[in-house]
């Protein structure tokens, strides 16, 4: 079944270190996203990639980083510039951004990120 | 600017009673509309989205969406809710902005289903 790949499930972080979170998708798709959910809130994105070695910052892209050197696979780097990275990250694909159309993005299950 | 609003932060609803949770929207063109649900430390899962000229939407599990363009609408219902619909849903809108068709979510609703 095709799908959105996220590892690890659970992560946590020391003080002064850089963390990389793995997303990988076997849906074909063009674009992906990080977006970064806190307990009880909505979503905020952080990166989108439209294509391959081509990404654009989001609403808080400030403290984190990203490649795209695949189509399959999206990486997010969580620097240590990035004071509160206590957080829920998702990352989601979906077809072009530069067509119309009523497909959906696709999830996956998460990684939780916390401080240690 | 192209938004989504979910003014409810928690709806509450008995066991076997019909649910609806609220969505609006404010976008130019024809509107891209979903729905989606999230169990706890999961992602979000796709319910349905709307397909146009029919204003009545059937998803998943039974839930099914009234699209109404008039009130820029589009509210999730079910008739009779089970505890196990018990979760976080996401309404989403993809208009057309600075020459891409982005995903802009609402800030979510909080099911609780008391048996």
């Known amino acids: 079944d095709g799908g959105i790949t996220q590892s690890p499930k659970y992560l946590f972080r020391k003080e002064g270190q850089n963390v990389t979170l793995s997303c990988e998708q076997n849906?074909?798709?063009?674009?992906m996203y990080w977006y970064r959910q806190d307990p009880g809130q909505g979503l905020r994105l952080i990166y989108y990639?439209?294509?391959?070695?081509?990404?654009q910052k989001g609403d808080i892209a400030e403290g984190y980083s990203v490649s795209r050197e695949k189509k399959e696979s999206f990486p997010l780097t969580v620097t240590s510039a990035q004071k509160n990275p206590t957080a829920f990250y998702l990352c989601?694909?979906?077809?072009?951004?530069?067509?119309?159309?009523?497909?959906?993005?696709?999830f996956g299950d998460g990684t939780r990120l916390s401080i240690l | 600017a192209q938004s989504v609003a979910q003014p409810e932060d928690q709806v509450n609803v008995a066991e076997g009673n019909p649910l609806t949770v609220k969505c609006t929207y404010s976008?130019?063109?024809?509107?891209?509309l979903f729905w989606y649900v999230q169990y706890p430390n999961r992602g979000l899962q796709f319910l349905l989205k709307?397909?146009?000229?029919?204003?009545l939407v059937k998803g998943s599990y039974g839930f099914e969406a009234e699209f109404n363009k008039s009130q820029t609408s589009f509210h999730l219902k079910k008739p009779s809710a089970l505890v196990s619909d018990s979760a976080l849903y996401f309404c989403a809108v993809r208009p057309f902005t600075s020459g891409t068709y982005k995903y802009i979510f609402g800030t979510g609703t909080r099911l609780k289903v008391l048996a």
């Open positions: 990639s439209q294509i391959v070695n081509d990404f």
């Open positions: 709307y397909i146009t000229g029919d204003n």
């Open positions: 989601a694909s979906s077809i072009a951004l530069d067509r119309p159309s009523n497909q959906p993005q696709h």
């Open positions: 849906l074909n798709h063009d674009a």
């Open positions: 976008v130019s063109g024809n509107p891209y």
